[in-house]
């Protein structure tokens, strides 16, 4: 079936410096991305999203980059917080009326 | 606006019973689904609705059913609880069928012993 793999499972910077979490997906009919922050006890948010016909979308600190022939999306953060401490997920609109999720980062952002 | 509210949000159920976990939403989404998360594992889809009347199977569907008689509330019901469904359980619903963001609840944590 389809699917998305994400790495890395663990991520731990200093504050300020910045963050990169990379996802595959292998269903090429798949046209959009979102991104979602999980802080602990709380349902995922979606925080960036990116369509096929775009390659890099900014907002403020936080950008994605899509390579559509590699199947490659990345999240990048910037200046990183210790508020960005969290699970992020990314995930794939794959078929028909459904999204196929990364298994998620945790990102320590140390202080 | 509430966005997507679940309940209970803990529960623990003995093998072999069941129970429904409720879901309502007040965005007048059309879309709504039902995820499980395990550790390492991420989001596994088990059920979704593309509108009042109309369900399918996700990912993970097996002792799940789930109905959707109004726009505003998907509920999920376990028809004979086992360990294995220990997990946590999300509501999502979002605007559109197709290209559009998914908005969760807050989740379900559910224990079996």
């Known amino acids: 079936g389809e699917n998305v793999e994400q790495h890395p499972s663990t991520l731990s910077v200093q504050e300020g410096d910045s963050a990169v979490i990379k996802c595959t997906y292998s269903d090429s009919a798949s046209n959009y991305f979102p991104w979602y922050k999980q802080e602990l006890g709380k349902g995922p948010q979606l925080i960036i999203d990116?369509?096929?016909?775009?390659g890099e979308k900014k907002d403020q600190r936080i950008a994605v980059t899509l390579n559509k022939t590699a199947k490659h999306f990345s999240l990048h953060i910037t200046e990183t917080q210790p508020e960005d401490s969290a699970v992020y997920f990314c995930a794939a609109e794959s078929g028909t009326y459904k999204y196929i999720f990364g298994t998620g980062t945790r990102l320590k952002v140390l202080a | 606006n509430a966005g997507v509210t679940q309940t209970p949000k803990f529960q623990v159920l003995k093998t072999g019973q069941s129970m429904t976990l409720q879901c309502a939403q007040d965005m007048n989404h059309e879309y709504m689904s039902w995820y499980r998360q395990d550790p390492g594992m991420g989001l596994r889809l088990i059920h979704y609705?593309?509108?009042?009347?109309?369900?399918d199977q996700g990912e993970v569907p097996n002792g799940y059913n789930v109905s959707r008689s109004t726009t505003e509330d998907f509920p999920l019901r376990l028809l004979s609880a086992a360990p294995s469904q220990t997990s946590v359980y999300f509501c999502a619903s979002s605007y559109s069928v197709v290209d559009s963001p998914l908005h969760f609840g807050n989740g379900t944590r559910l224990t079996v012993t």
């Open positions: 609705s593309v509108g009042a009347g109309i369900t």
């Open positions: 990116i369509r096929s016909n775009v």
